[in-house]
């Protein structure tokens, strides 16, 4: 009886091995490897990492190139065009110049004639012409520079507004272009107000030089109507006067 019933127990058990073997798989065990996980974990570190540093750069060569156009932009105001014409008003006074202008060869013939020496042939009557015209360019001369002193004054309150606008526009500059066109603008300023200067210096030096001038033909001929008069003449000459007419 034992010896069937181990023989009916070995029986079964290689049975149950053979079913086992045989039979298919139904679920397969997951094995988590602790090395390869943390392998991962780096790899998209490294990964995330990259992609930051792909967007700094980028973000850098968009600052950049912001910068740049900054730089690059023009300055929105332009004084340029009220300054041309105030060197254009300045300059049509001095082209008013009455009598004798700014012209070499227009003065070296006024002192070859107007103002040259009075000369023994002269007549008195031409001696008396010739003063009065040197009078009348010298009155001339000062109301030509009075003018221009009046210009130049006058665009003092143009040049005020310039410089407060191209000031203005230098301290608000949003880039380096800006704030050199506003700084040449201001030399432009600083020129047109030296040419007002010049100006007004060149019309006061020719009305002190015409004055001058005036004076010193002036005293030639008197020296020559002097000299005139001391030279001693044929006298007094005899002549007939008829007194009444005969009827």
Not at 200 to 215: D, F, I, K, P, T
Request: glycine share 4%; proline share 2%.
């Amino acid at each position: 009886m034992k010896t069937r019933s181990r023989s009916a127990l070995t029986a079964g058990v290689a049975a149950l091995v053979l079913a086992c073997a045989s039979a298919p798989t139904q679920a397969q065990i997951t094995v988590w490897d602790p090395t390869n996980h943390v392998q991962n974990v780096l790899q998209a570190a490294r990964a995330l990492q990259q992609i930051n540093n792909q967007i700094t750069s980028i973000q850098n060569e968009a600052q950049m190139l912001i910068n740049q156009a900054r730089n690059l932009a023009s300055l929105p105001y332009s004084s340029l065009q009220q300054l041309q014409q105030s060197v254009q008003r300045t300059q049509q006074l001095l082209n008013q110049a009455q009598r004798i202008a700014y012209d070499v060869q227009q003065i070296d013939r006024a002192f070859t004639t107007t103002y040259g020496r009075a000369t023994p042939s002269a007549s008195q009557a031409d001696m008396i012409a010739g003063a009065r015209e040197r009078w009348e360019t010298s009155v001339a001369a000062l109301q030509d520079a009075l003018k221009v002193q009046a210009g130049v004054v006058g665009n003092i309150d143009t040049n005020r507004a310039q410089m407060q606008a191209l000031v203005t526009s230098s301290q608000s500059a949003a880039g380096a272009l800006q704030a050199t066109q506003a700084g040449n603008q201001l030399l432009a300023l600083q020129a047109q107000q030296l040419a007002d200067l010049t100006a007004a210096v060149a019309a006061q030096g020719r009305a002190a030089s015409l004055e001058a001038a005036q004076r010193q033909a002036a005293a030639d001929q008197g020296r020559e109507q002097l000299r005139r008069f001391l030279t001693p003449g044929q006298g007094y000459q005899p002549s007939t006067v008829t007194m009444f007419h005969k009827r």
